[in-house]
C-alpha cells in the first residue's frame, strides 16, 4: 500500500511563505517509483483547483491560473515534492492536496491521494 503524507501547512501571516511537503512511501516497504506528483488545492465552498505537475523526468507544469509565487520541485531520491509558495495572500487559504501517479511492484502504477494539509493566511 503506497501512502502521501503531506506537511508543511499551518498559519501565516499575508506576505509570508511556506513550503509543503508531500511524502510517498510504500507500507511494505517496498520499492516505488514516482512517475508524476501535483499539487492541488480546495478553498472552503469552492471546486478543487489544479497547481502544478511534475514528472520524475523534471518536466514542469503550471495552471495558468496560478499566480508564479509557486514553485513546485521533486526529490525522487527522498521520494518527495515540494510546493514553496511565497508571499501568501488571504486568497491562498485553503487545504493543499498532493497527488502521484506511482510504480510500486504489486500495484503496478496507481493514482493515489494525501490527505491534505491546511493553509490559513491571516493577520
Known amino acids: 500500500q503506497v501512502q502521501l503524507v503531506e506537511s508543511g501547512g499551518g498559519l501565516v501571516q499575508p506576505g509570508g511563505s511556506l513550503r509543503l511537503s508531500c511524502a510517498a512511501s510504500?507500507?511494505?516497504?517496498?520499492?516505488?517509483?514516482?512517475?508524476?506528483m501535483k499539487w492541488y488545492r480546495q478553498a472552503l465552498g469552492k471546486q478543487r483547483e489544479y497547481i502544478a505537475r511534475i514528472t520524475r523526468f523534471a518536466d514542469i507544469n503550471y495552471s495558468d491560473s496560478i499566480p508564479n509565487r509557486f514553485t513546485i520541485s521533486l526529490d525522487s531520491a527522498k521520494n518527495t515534492a515540494y510546493l514553496q509558495i511565497d508571499t501568501l495572500t488571504p486568497e491562498d487559504t485553503a487545504v493543499y492536496y498532493c497527488?502521484?501517479?506511482?510504480?510500486?511492484?504489486?500495484?503496478?502504477?496507481?493514482?493515489?491521494w494525501g490527505q491534505g494539509t491546511q493553509v490559513s493566511v491571516s493577520s
Open positions: 497527488n502521484a501517479n506511482i510504480w510500486e511492484r504489486t500495484t503496478g502504477s496507481k493514482d493515489y
Open positions: 510504500a507500507s511494505s516497504g517496498s520499492t516505488i517509483l514516482i512517475n508524476h
